[in-house]
């Protein structure tokens, strides 16, 4: 069942992310230092700044988005507008005193 009014049909689903209405500046080459910022003040933005049902089509390059992805969703995200082949990998970057 979708928490969204009206609910998402179900062919869409695939296609819709939760997106926050917090908007990044275009960053075209952002150092880990910064990812790692973001990161760490996500929790804070998503107390504050509503998320949406909304499709991304090929961002801009540099276009930054903060979306919500339910444990379901991981292995599966939703399209955005490019289609990744390839198999996400995980990083582990010290970042001051935080990995």
């Not at 880990?32 to 933005?45: D, G, H, P, R």
């Not at 992805?69 to 995980?90: A, K």
Request: proline residues 15%; hydrophobic residues 40%; glycine residues 4%.
């Amino acid at each position: 069942m979708s928490l969204a009014h009206p609910p998402i049909p179900d062919h869409l689903r695939p296609h819709i992310w939760a997106v926050s209405r917090y908007h990044y500046p275009a960053y075209p080459n952002l150092p880990v230092n910064m990812i790692a910022e973001f990161l760490f003040n996500a929790l804070n933005i998503a107390g504050t700044v509503p998320f949406v049902w909304d499709f991304i089509e090929c961002p801009v390059p540099g276009t930054l988005f903060f979306v919500w992805m339910s444990p379901q969703t991981f292995t599966s995200p939703p399209t955005d507008g490019y289609q990744y082949l390839d198999p996400e990998n995980v990083l582990h970057l010290p970042v001051g005193d935080k990995v």
